[in-house]
């Protein structure tokens, strides 16, 4: 079944909130999003930051112990223009270059959206790149379920949960998967980005509002670690955490953990495949907790399981 | 003119050691080169570990304040097998997920080699992955310049000055720029890997002997802080540091210096167009220093500089 | 005005949660509060973990924007016997030692509780130290605030709400200062720990119930930006992040901040009186965020302000 | 013996140097020493920064597999004047905070060194501290031994052979340890502070040329892994590296290590007297390398090994 779905309101924790709409398992969702800053499509903020999200969507039989897949079915950008950010984060640059960078809090970048040319062009401010154009990249930045212990966490951040992550990998086509915490798991998206680079070191990426089409699966009595995905070429585990060091260390490990137990593998064969073939992508380096990525090739991994 | 050299002793140290050649700007070197333990082609064990380098190379005219400019011809493996180590190294998984990993000094992997077919065999140890065959993709895990105050710097780590990054985007067809702190430069270079995944995260990549072809040219008057690169696609900026943040630090503060220096931008411009195109590759996080790696399409630098 | 508390249900996250008392700006409140792991005065558990707190408290008058002073004015332990871990921590020690370690999860230790010799001896498990006696130094685990954007979290970690900090230093006779992000402040205490080394690095105190006497105090219009304490030789600022580098950097730049702010200092001033003169102690490395002091000796401070 | 030395050259690394003067085991060295930039007892400038070191000494007996004890005997200023950074460092404080930091590097803050009354007093620049006095704290901010491999590593930094600590914790009456790596240890010494707070987060102590007067002392065939100290009070254990978490897990681990190997303990007693009874120091966060020291109080010892 296929549900239509506009928000009423907005939150900005992933949290045990009131669900919005109740759905079966495998059924598809198709909700608008405000941008991070509650920007929607005609560019009327009617939401706060930060990054307020759609939901929470309530799935009949997910329950904690269980995984919730999401299948990305399309991230349509529903307004002409996104903003940025358009000076590097303090934080990703050398503490001592940090005192060369101008105020980042300026007015905003603006890039307009073409969805036919599958381009995004800078419009404002005026620089040396003039009017650079480059190519749509349509992602969630945040999206998760509730986390465990009824705690609320804030849509900045982000965790085994899910939630801020800013993953610029996470596009149509990819399936996501997040550890059930609660009843209904309470599924919440939004924070579109037109594109984004590697780790969100700006600190935005083109921002815009949204409308995000997903089927919700539940996968019942499978644990996992962290937020898995999956796409046509790659099986990855996403760690969230400070600094990157630990976001990689949960991320190899999840990705060990699910070597063993899908795929048959022991420690040793972890070791030699992971050790020669895996890959590791960066989602943001700027949020409160900061986003790796371990990713496994599947043309390695015909043969086994 | 291009120079063919034997090394009869290697260095454990990047630093200010008597030169083992001498040649004029632009030359070319073939060196043989032993694995990082020392194996050579014959698989005996002439040097001892970590790492030992061919080298230095002295080149005529390099000076402090000049980059050296390295480009990697061709890295061709010289022996039928190669090694690696077969466990996840217990500092890039969960702290409390390392005490479930056996022992990582047990018998090592044993990987046969196939120049002609481009790929590589596993045949030791016998686990569910058979003889999982992956293609080579040659690199030499250590390379670099004597360190600046007369430093000597073992071949385990890296700094500015480059060393063990162990980044396996260094593959022929690749220029490395070096920052130039002492007379000739003095360039080292050895410890191919066959292939290694993102990380070096089992403590190695397929270790083995190796011939390198590589030019070195003197950029005079040009400084740069920290290793730099250059593929067919990309200019690239190595971190070498700990912890990843740090490493990505030092990374995307260099690429931002070498877009404002070389291409024009200003920090607006750097913010906007890294923010949303700039790419991070992770070279290992096993070393004392990890390396991260910030990467710039250039097709986004075209109607620039 | 003095108020006897007993709580009939504990709660393991701090957050926006109904008050179970609600106080006037200045009283004090005597609570018993159970250990960590949800263990009363009798020894039965009568709430589950992670450390289940008493509260929340409401104060009048407190509202965003303002400070909640705690004027901790007893930790008394109310039973015979404390509870310990017995091995230190993977995380607190070099990845390649932590395979070393025993599991931590076996038999608790087991202390006895002489308040009156003012001492704590090991009873349980026999090792080399025999029993051991060591001086009690009562102190809350876990305390603080509901903090913003109506965030609910975990007890196990910490923030600028406070929460899990595991600082010794936090003992009676301190004054802790907390920013308070919602209406009444919502005060919360529990997790007592007869004593604690720093670091917190076997995973626990000596972890007993507790009857904790303070008192609630609004400064109104005070705006601070993480937790902050004073007891009579030193004010201090509580860092409450991972790595240890960022709780440190948040300790920092909060005493920078209260020595301009409330000292009269300029930048220069700040970096003189800090750089010799500031003192850092170390609450918990165990925890999902650390804890980082930084203190300064009043008697530094006397003829400033 | 006691051998009174003055220095001729000094050196900017902590490598297999020729030494400067050879000595017996358990001599007394009393040697002159520059400041950090190489300033002497008369304010001249006679060497190069950083950290301009004494030495160094060769130590008849020392060998790889020793231990190199040194006992602090005197610390003595010799000059009227030291000076010091005002501004707290970038790295030392939130990113976003750096941005609002001056200059660091404006003219140095003078203070005078009364050495009869125990004090330094502030005379440079004007500020609201006015001519602040302080408690002198004599301590040697770099001393260290030749490191492995041959290594030569820059005295602005520190590793498992010392180097630029910056523990305040060094003054006279201390016995620190340090592992031998090279014939004859290979002792240096340098880089005075009148006085320095926790971290040295302006970037120095108060600097100053000094006279250093220390024994060597051989302790054969034993092996430690990192510094070590003691005084009258505690034994100690000081890791050096990045992050702060890194230099703490190898304090922990060498103290965990010398109390099983020297006190008899098993992994439970070490987990339950340092979980209870450890106290950490912040040496510096300043330097490339930053230092944490783990110490245990003698008092608990008594009764053990």
């Not at 915490?181 to 919440?188: I, M, S, V």
């Not at 997903?214 to 995905?229: P, S």
């Amino acid at each position: 079944m296929i549900h239509t779905f506009n928000p009423t309101h907005y939150f900005n924790t992933l949290g045990s909130h009131p669900p919005v709409l109740r759905v079966s398992d495998g059924d598809t969702i198709i909700t608008s999003c405000v941008d991070a800053a509650g920007g929607d499509a005609k560019g009327d903020k009617i939401a706060s930051g930060p990054n307020p999200m759609s939901g929470p969507f309530f799935v009949d039989g997910a329950a904690p112990g269980d995984t919730l897949a999401v299948d990305l079915k399309a991230i349509r950008l529903t307004r002409a223009h996104g903003w940025t950010r358009n000076v590097l984060a303090q934080n990703v640059v050398e503490p001592h270059y940090a005192q060369e960078l101008p105020d980042r809090y300026g007015p905003k970048g603006v890039w307009q959206i073409d969805t036919a040319a599958g381009t995004t062009t800078l419009l404002e401010p005026k620089t040396a790149l003039g009017n650079l154009a480059l190519p749509l990249n349509p992602m969630p930045g945040c999206f998760g379920v509730a986390p465990a212990l009824g705690q609320a966490i804030s849509t900045e951040t982000s965790g085994r949960h899910g939630g801020n992550m800013d993953y610029n990998g996470f596009v149509a086509g990819v399936t996501a998967y997040f550890p059930v915490e609660a009843e209904g798991a309470l599924f919440f998206i939004g924070d579109a980005h037109a594109r984004q680079g590697d780790g969100e070191i700006s600190g935005t990426g083109i921002e815009i509002s949204s409308e995000m089409e997903f089927a919700l699966r539940v996968i019942k009595n499978k644990r996992i670690g962290t937020v898995r995905g999956e796409n046509s070429t790659h099986i990855f585990a996403v760690g969230n955490a400070r600094p990157l060091d630990e976001a990689a260390q949960i991320a190899t490990t999840e990705m060990s953990r699910w070597l063993m137990e899908d795929y048959g593998l022991d420690h040793f064969a972890v070791g030699l495949l992971m050790g020669q073939c895996v890959e590791y992508n960066l989602g943001n380096m700027f949020d409160p907790a900061y986003t790796m990525v371990c990713k496994m090739p599947k043309q390695f991994l015909k043969k086994l399981g």
